[in-house]
C-alpha cells in the first residue's frame, strides 16, 4: 500500500502529464490555425493581385471603325498606350477601386450643358452716347488686334477686375479729374468656376465687349474656354446678351475686323472613353449645343506624340456664330497671327548622330511652326516649316513679303560616344522660311557667346532685334543684337557687346531707337534706350532702379510719340505702390511723374493705364480710377 505521500506525488505526475498534453494539443491547434491563416491569406492574394490582361479604355477600338474620327482614335490610341507598355490589372482594382478614386467620368461632365443663362440675340444695342473704339493696346501687328484688361471708347474706359474669386466688368468716365466709376456687372460663372487669366475685346462701334474667360469644374477635369458678350452700348447699365464655350484652357486671342480669333488648349483627359466625344476631341458652342470640330477640320501625323490639341476658333462679333474652327495635335506653345496668317509653334527634341573625327549622339531641340490662313474668311492649313531651336513668345516670329522670319534658342544634349568640347552650349539662331513651299533661304547660327540664350526679340521693318543673356549666380551679361534682313543672301549684324543685366522685351522706340525693359545686374530694374551707331549698338540712356516690376508687357504704356514709358512699381524703399512714368529726352531716361495707389497690394500685373487729351488715365484690381495731367 503507497504511503499518502506517495498517492500525492502520482496525483501531481498526472496532473502534469494532463496539463502538457492539453499544451500539446494547444500548440497544434495554434500552429494549424496560422497556417490556415497563411493559406486563406495567399490564396486571397492570388484571387486579387495576381494580373490578367485587359482592354484599358479606348484600348479595344474597333467597334469604332465606323466612327469618321477612327484614323484620330487609333493615333490618339497607340499615343496613349504604347504597344510596348503592358496593360494589366487585377481583382482587387475591379472590385475595389472606386472606394480609393472616383470613377473616370461619375465627376466629369462630357461637355457643358443646361440652360443658357442671359438671353441670347442681337448684340448691338442702342447707340453709344461714348462714342467709338479707340486702340489703347501695343498690338504686334497693325490691325490685328490683341486682347487686354481694358479698352477703351472716346468717353469710357473698360476695365476686366478679377478679384476675391469674382469677375467684374466696370466702367469709368474719362473726365479728367472728375473721371469715376459710372457703371459695373458682374460676370457670373454658368456651370464652371472662373479660372485666372482672361482678356477682353472691344467692337469698332465701342457697343461690345467680348469677354475670354477660362473655365473648370475643378481637379484635372476638363478646362472650357468662355466666350462672353457684353452689351456697352450704356455704359451704366451694362447687360450680358451670349456666351458660349470653346474645349481648352484660354491660350491667345486676336480681333480682325468684326471676327474673334480665338486660340486655345485642349487635353485629351485620361484613359478616354472614346464613345464619349468630350474626352478626346475639341468642342465648340452653347450650353446645351456644344459640338465637336468636324473631323476634316483635325490636323495630325505620326510626329503628333502629344494627347493635346491646339484649337482655332473663327468667331463673329455680331452673334458668337463659329464661322470655322480648326485643330492641330501637338501645337501648344507660341502663338503669333500675322495680317492673313496664323503661325503655330510647338517644339519637340530629335536625336541625332554626329559623324567624322568625333562621333557621338546627341538630342536636339527643334520647333515645328503650322501656318493657318485666315485671310479667305475662314481657316486654312497652308504648311509647317521645321527649325532648329525653340521659340520664346509670339514677338520671335514676324511675317513679311511672304517670309516667316523667326528667332530661335539652339540647345543640344550629349547622349553618348566620344563627347566633344563645347559642342552642347545653347546659342541663338535666325531663319527666313519662303512661305510658298516652306523652306528656308536664309539661317544666322551661333551669333551670340556661347551658353546665352533668347530672352526678347522685336522686329521692326527688315531689322530684328535680339536680346540674349548668360545667367550665373549674381552675373547676368545682356547683349543685344541688331540684325538686318534687307538682304537674305547677306544677313548681318551688329552687337552692344557684353553689359550687365537683360531685357524681357524690346521695344522700338521713339526716334528709331530701341527700348529694353528687363532687369540690371543685380535684379534690379531696368529701363535702356539703345542706337545704331555705325556698325555697332551702344546704349544712350539707362534709368535703374530697385523696384518690383510688372514683367508682362501689356502692362507697359508706351506712347512713342511722347518717348514715355508707364508702369505700376512697388517701391522697396518707400514701401509703396506707385504709377510711375519715364520720359526720354534724347539724352537721359527718368522720371517725370509718380503717382501713390492706395489699395493696390503690390498687384503690378494687372494695372493699365493710357493717355487721353493731355491726361494720364490709371486703372487697376485696386477698384479705382486715377487722372493726371502730363506734366509740360
Known amino acids: 500500500m503507497k504511503t499518502s505521500s506517495q498517492r500525492t506525488q502520482d496525483i501531481l505526475r498526472r496532473a502534469d502529464a494532463r496539463r502538457a498534453a492539453s499544451a500539446a494539443v494547444r500548440r497544434r491547434a495554434v500552429i494549424l490555425a496560422i497556417a490556415a491563416g497563411l493559406l486563406l491569406f495567399v490564396a486571397l492574394q492570388l484571387v486579387l493581385f495576381i494580373p490578367y490582361q485587359v482592354d484599358l479604355p479606348g484600348r479595344d477600338i474597333t467597334r469604332f471603325a465606323g466612327s469618321p474620327y477612327y484614323d484620330l482614335i487609333r493615333h490618339l490610341d497607340s499615343v496613349l498606350y504604347p504597344a510596348a507598355e503592358p496593360t494589366y490589372t487585377n481583382n482587387f482594382e475591379e472590385w475595389f477601386g472606386d472606394l480609393f478614386a472616383s470613377a473616370a467620368h461619375d465627376d466629369e461632365p462630357a461637355a457643358p450643358d443646361g440652360e443658357l443663362g442671359p438671353e441670347g440675340g442681337d448684340l448691338s444695342g442702342p447707340d453709344s452716347s461714348g462714342g467709338g473704339y479707340v486702340e489703347v493696346t501695343d498690338n504686334q501687328t497693325d490691325g490685328v488686334i490683341e486682347g487686354d484688361l481694358f479698352k477703351r471708347t472716346q468717353s469710357h474706359i473698360f476695365y476686366l477686375r478679377r478679384e476675391n474669386g469674382g469677375t467684374y466688368l466696370s466702367a469709368y468716365t474719362i473726365a479728367q479729374e472728375s473721371s469715376a466709376l459710372c457703371g459695373r456687372i458682374d460676370i457670373v460663372p454658368e456651370v464652371y468656376y472662373f479660372l485666372r487669366g482672361g482678356e477682353m475685346f472691344l467692337s469698332e462701334d465701342g457697343r461690345t465687349i467680348l469677354l475670354v474667360i477660362p473655365t473648370s469644374p475643378g481637379g484635372s477635369q476638363q478646362v472650357y474656354t468662355a466666350v462672353i458678350a457684353v452689351d456697352v ?20 486671342a486676336r480681333k480682325v475686323g468684326e471676327d474673334l480669333l480665338l486660340v486655345t488648349g485642349f487635353m485629351v483627359q485620361r484613359n478616354p472613353d472614346f464613345s464619349i466625344e468630350s474626352d478626346f476631341l475639341p468642342q465648340v458652342g452653347p450650353l446645351g449645343a456644344i459640338e465637336s470640330i468636324p473631323v476634316e477640320d483635325i490636323f495630325f501625323d505620326e510626329t503628333s506624340y502629344q494627347p493635346s490639341y491646339t484649337v482655332l476658333c473663327r468667331i463673329r462679333f455680331a452673334d458668337l456664330a463659329v464661322e470655322d474652327s480648326a485643330a492641330f495635335l501637338s501645337f501648344s506653345s507660341s502663338v503669333y497671327v500675322s495680317q492673313e496668317n496664323i503661325f503655330l509653334s510647338h517644339s519637340y527634341a530629335a536625336e541625332g548622330e554626329a559623324c567624322g573625327e568625333v562621333n557621338y549622339t546627341f538630342s536636339e531641340d527643334r520647333s515645328e511652326i503650322a501656318c493657318v490662313s485666315y485671310a479667305g474668311g475662314g ?52 531663319y527666313a522660311v519662303d512661305l510658298s513651299d516652306f523652306s528656308a533661304t536664309a539661317v544666322l547660327t551661333n551669333f551670340a557667346p556661347p551658353g546665352e540664350k533668347v530672352t526678347s526679340v522685336r522686329f521692326e521693318g527688315d531689322i530684328v532685334w535680339v536680346c540674349t543673356a548668360y545667367f550665373e549666380e549674381h552675373f547676368i551679361t545682356d547683349p543685344v543684337f541688331r540684325i538686318d534682313l534687307s538682304d537674305l543672301s547677306n544677313v548681318t549684324y551688329a552687337d552692344t557687346g557684353t553689359i550687365e543685366g537683360y531685357s524681357s522685351s524690346l521695344v522700338d522706340f521713339v526716334g528709331g531707337t530701341l527700348l529694353g525693359i528687363g532687369t540690371g545686374g543685380e535684379g534690379t530694374f531696368k529701363a535702356e534706350v539703345y542706337v545704331r551707331e555705325g556698325d555697332a549698338v551702344i546704349s544712350v540712356a539707362v534709368y535703374e532702379r530697385r523696384l518690383f516690376s510688372p514683367g508682362d508687357y501689356k502692362a507697359y504704356l508706351i506712347d512713342r510719340a511722347r518717348g514715355l514709358l508707364g508702369m505700376h512699381v512697388y517701391d522697396y524703399e518707400l514701401d509703396a505702390d506707385v504709377y510711375l512714368l519715364l520720359r526720354f529726352d534724347g539724352t537721359a531716361l527718368a522720371p517725370v511723374l509718380e503717382l501713390e495707389i492706395e489699395g493696390a497690394n503690390q498687384n503690378v500685373h494687372a494695372t493699365r493705364a493710357c493717355i487721353a487729351e493731355g491726361w494720364l488715365y490709371v486703372v487697376g484690381a485696386w477698384g479705382g480710377i486715377l487722372a493726371a495731367p502730363l506734366p509740360a
Open 233 to 252: 452700348s450704356d455704359p451704366a447699365h451694362m447687360r450680358e446678351v451670349g456666351r458660349i464655350y470653346v474645349s481648352g484652357s484660354y491660350t491667345t
Open 379 to 430: 481657316l486654312a492649313y497652308r504648311g509647317s516649316a521645321d527649325v532648329a531651336g525653340t521659340v520664346l513668345d509670339q514677338y520671335s516670329m514676324d511675317e513679311s513679303g511672304g517670309v516667316l522670319r523667326v528667332v530661335t534658342t539652339t540647345d543640344s544634349a550629349y547622349l553618348g560616344g566620344d563627347r566633344p568640347q563645347g559642342a552642347f552650349d545653347s546659342n541663338a539662331a535666325v
